[in-house]
């Protein structure tokens, strides 16, 4: 009934064609020539309707009009790339044929009123408010269509179907609260049972909060669990630290937005033993554009077109082009992070876009004395060599930067008589790969500090303070922030 009924309400909403161009579709092959003709549409129309790009491509367009397609892809590499900064900047002159109405007037807010929404949503008068965080650069606040919200949102039930949802299926959120458009989707939600979709909103990860997850897990018994991965590791060491009856197993355990370590996966893996467990990329930006698969992330053909140059420390930056939306466009837009994309083939001729050892933000690592980085998969490494070590204990770690050459290096562990061994194993290894100059100082605990309306990372920085999308903009949310840390500026 529930798979009817979400049907109906994708045709209801005038969405269903959208739905399986993004959702059901995929290319594998001649992928190339395909996104070539994207991206050219969208070039097209923005050179010609947008007021930031208006004209920007007139000679792009007319040197590579007759050109192959390795020569368009190679002048189009050559063309500028666009940083969040550049996007915040030019703020409404990026939304297509918009310009001349107020914003604010045409701003969806779901107030608790499922029906009014839905009228909304089906009409199509609206425009929906995305902010981004906005650690290396100005926060940036995306103005969603109709069409390029339900295109942004259809990425992720693109993961999903990936993964063998289907729509109507059961799926449990369990996701900070004030978080992204987190709040608002859960007072769109009145009607859960009629579409499958359950939300449950945490404000910190303790025993109280996983036992209330538990309990609905097990009453709810959703086919899939939507989480962030580093949520989702202490769900599963507090279920096992106070032996929580979970009695229900989801099929499927879908994370993303943060960087997921081998020893993550494989803890999870072990409390969540008939769960399929399964990574995603994406962006508040842009939505999700990659998903697990054989030897990498696969990134969705006819979603996104993902390029690499040298960042100014020549690290691979991801330049990401958003195929299919017109209306708020990202064209070569700079993401910040490092990852290798590799083009491939397979002996079936089916082609995929991999992306490869992703870092996270460019400003996400580590200096020590010399000045040489760390980032997240030298620590990714560095457990994983610990625990071929100490047994495997170690189930999460979080790195702090306390000054320019000392570090707190926090651990959770499975076995607390291997802790010994595990401080004076890690701070061996320590000293060999980061240098003896530094200062560890190596600690355990039950459970992770973190306000999770801030961006979670394993490597915290000094005045690293990036907060979660959705926060920008919204008085009510600022206002929690300013209150629970009166100290900030």
Not at 94 to 104: F, S, V
Request: net charge negative.
């Amino acid at each position: 009934m529930r798979r009817f009924l979400t049907q109906m309400a994708l045709r209801v909403m005038g969405v269903k064609k959208l739905y399986d161009e993004v959702v059901v579709e995929d290319r594998l092959h001649d992928i190339k020539p395909k996104i070539r003709r994207d991206i050219e549409e969208v070039l097209k129309e923005v050179n010609a309707n947008n007021d930031y790009f208006r004209g920007k491509f007139d000679l792009f367009l007319s040197e590579t009009s007759h050109v192959d397609d390795e020569a368009f892809f190679q002048a189009y590499s050559k063309l500028p790339a666009y940083s969040k900064q550049d996007y915040a900047e030019a703020g409404f002159d990026l939304l297509t044929g918009y310009q001349e109405q107020d914003a604010a007037d045409l701003a969806l807010e779901f107030d608790g009123k499922p029906l009014e929404s839905i009228n909304r949503l089906r009409t199509g008068k609206f425009l929906m408010p995305m902010a981004t965080g906005g650690s290396t650069s100005l926060p940036l606040t995306i103005q969603m269509t109709k069409h390029h919200m339900f295109s942004m949102l259809f990425t992720f039930f693109k993961c999903w179907y990936r993964m063998g949802w289907r729509p109507g299926d059961k799926i449990l959120v369990f996701y900070p609260r004030n978080t992204y458009n987190i709040d608002d989707m859960a007072k769109f939600n009145k009607y859960d049972k009629f579409c499958g979709f359950r939300y449950q909103l945490f404000d910190r990860i303790d025993r109280e909060s996983v036992t209330e997850l538990v309990h609905e897990i097990n009453r709810f018994k959703p086919k899939m669990l939507l989480i962030f991965p580093s949520p989702l590791n202490l769900v599963a060491h507090t279920i096992r630290k106070y032996d929580l009856p979970l009695q229900h197993h989801p099929e499927l355990l879908n994370v993303s937005g943060e960087t997921f370590f081998d020893c993550q996966k494989k803890n999870i893996q072990d409390v969540f033993k008939r769960s399929i467990v399964e990574d995603s990329y994406g962006s508040v930006e842009l939505g999700e554009i990659a998903h697990e698969t054989r030897n990498g992330l696969e990134v969705f053909a006819n979603v996104a077109y993902v390029e690499t140059a040298p960042n100014e420390n020549g690290k691979p930056e991801m330049i990401i082009t958003r195929l299919g939306i017109k209306e708020f466009p990202f064209i070569r837009y700079k993401m910040k992070d490092i990852a290798d994309i590799e083009f491939v083939k397979d002996e079936n001729g089916e082609e995929r876009f991999l992306v490869r050892n992703i870092e996270g933000k460019d400003s996400n690592y580590i200096l020590n004395r010399d000045g040489e980085r760390f980032y997240p998969s030298f620590f990714n490494r560095f457990v994983n060599d610990l625990n071929a070590v100490c047994d495997d204990t170690v189930l999460e770690i979080k790195v702090y930067e306390r000054g320019q050459t000392d570090l707190e290096v926090q651990f959770i562990v499975k076995d607390e008589a291997l802790e010994d061994l595990v401080a004076d194993t890690a701070r061996k290894l320590l000293n060999e790969r980061m240098g003896d100059n530094m200062d560890y100082a190596i600690g355990f605990v039950d459970f992770i500090e973190h306000d999770y309306r801030r961006k979670y990372r394993v490597i915290e920085r000094i005045d690293d303070v990036e907060y979660a999308g959705g926060i920008v903009g919204n008085q009510e949310k600022l206002a929690s922030i300013a209150a629970a840390n009166p100290d900030e500026p």
